[in-house]
């Protein structure tokens, strides 16, 4: 206890003491979350200490069914890493099976909760995060009164969120924080950002290699065109740019974050203009992969935009092998690996498949906060109901 500073007090005549946790480790301050930023409410963020982690979570949720257990993982570094849920709405079996898999983990040393979130995630073989992780404290507030529980980990400022479903990484914390019917558009908006992030090269592959009578006669003379002098195919000048434009984007996070923004743009529109000039590209690919570039900034979750980011590449792949057939083929591969990943026993599909019709009112529409009386039911929490009646909770107008 002394080593790890705390205050060890002894009085004479008595053969046991008191220990007092005294530390006072300098740390950093909660500042703004920079990788989540905030367009509406709270922009308080986590921080690399467990105990003011803890405590933004407290400010959020004041009751004494809010609990925190720790733990020291780590055989070298001893590192404290805590898990919070709510007693009364978190399932049971879940919160168990956390602390099941958390006691499984012996290994040197936890740097990061990174290292948790390989060791107890269901499957590894998938792209697909399976474990949600945030640096923002409404957003571990809002998960836990869904019946989830959170992992913090000392020295970190991401916390760790399970069960995590595939819908959850498509949600953003602001869309509770506008009306429903403009939360609901920016979703269907992100949605289709979304389709074309993920589709959008296959699908210009595919229509450009084998599917050339869906164009009209103008837009098919003017890729013809285009492409005149092209010394490669089309899928060789998706691949192309989009490893250049995945090398640009890392090489701007990698940079000092004031030349970092500056140098991805140039770099993007003078490489791309003269490579368009050099005819080693056609300008409508250009256009192609930068459109899919910006909307892949479209996701709340950056380890989403990950997964998507790598599955374009074989979907250009069998876009150049087989066309629109190939692409379907991939779609369906992709659809059934998501049906078959679980999180913490939930199914990562859910409530979407299996479908869910009660739970539909938080998926892709977002419906008014009076009409969500219920929680998920998918999580199967101990207490399902987190207001009044619809009847009572919706707001009538004033009577005279």
């Not at 949720?61 to 720790?70: P, S």
């Not at 990174?114 to 697909?128: A, C, R, S, V, W």
């Not at 599917?211 to 002098?229: C, D, V």
């Amino acid at each position: 206890g002394v080593l790890s500073g705390n205050t060890v007090l002894l009085l004479d005549g008595y053969t046991t003491g008191l220990s007092a946790c005294t530390q006072g480790w300098k740390d950093r301050g909660v500042v703004e979350a920079t990788t989540e930023p905030s367009v509406r409410g709270s922009r308080e963020a986590f921080s690399e200490t467990l105990r003011t982690n803890t405590s933004l979570v407290r400010r959020r949720i004041k009751h004494q069914d809010l609990r925190v257990e720790t733990k020291s993982f780590g055989r070298l570094t001893q590192t404290n890493v805590a898990i919070m849920f709510i007693q009364g709405i978190a399932n049971d079996k879940v919160v168990q099976e956390v602390r099941d898999r958390l006691a499984q983990i012996d290994i040197d040393g936890i740097l990061e909760s990174g290292y948790i979130e390989e060791l107890i995630q269901d499957k590894t073989l998938t792209p697909f995060p399976t474990v949600y992780n945030t640096e923002r404290p409404d957003v571990i507030a809002a998960e836990l009164l869904e019946g989830k529980i959170a992992i913090i980990v000392d020295g970190t400022p991401s916390v760790l969120v399970v069960p995590a479903l595939f819908v959850s990484f498509l949600h953003a914390a602001e869309d509770y924080f506008f009306r429903s019917d403009i939360s609901t558009l920016v979703r269907i908006l992100r949605y289709i950002g979304i389709f074309i992030a993920l589709l959008g090269p296959s699908l210009y592959v595919a229509i450009t290699t084998f599917h050339q009578e869906m164009l009209p006669t103008q837009l098919l003379i003017s890729l013809a065109a285009q492409r005149e002098g092209i010394p490669f195919p089309a899928v060789f000048e998706a691949i192309m740019m989009e490893i250049l434009f995945e090398l640009l984007r890392e090489a701007g996070i990698r940079m000092p974050r004031m030349i970092g923004p500056a140098v991805s743009v140039v770099g993007t529109l003078v490489i791309g203009q003269a490579a368009v000039d050099a005819g080693i590209v056609s300008a409508a690919m250009v256009i192609v992969v930068s459109t899919t570039a910006i909307c892949s900034f479209v996701f709340p979750a950056y380890s989403m935009s990950n997964a998507f980011r790598m599955l374009r590449f074989p979907l250009m792949l069998l876009a150049a092998s087989f066309g629109l057939f190939g692409v379907c083929i991939g779609l369906i591969a992709i659809v059934l690996h998501l049906c078959s990943l679980r999180s913490f026993g939930v199914p990562y599909m859910s409530p979407l498949a299996p479908i869910i019709i009660k739970d539909q009112k938080d998926t892709i529409f977002r419906l008014p906060q009076w009409a969500m009386r219920t929680r998920p039911s998918y999580m199967s929490p101990n207490n399902q109901n987190r207001q009044q009646p619809p009847e009572q909770a919706k707001p009538k107008p004033p009577t005279k």
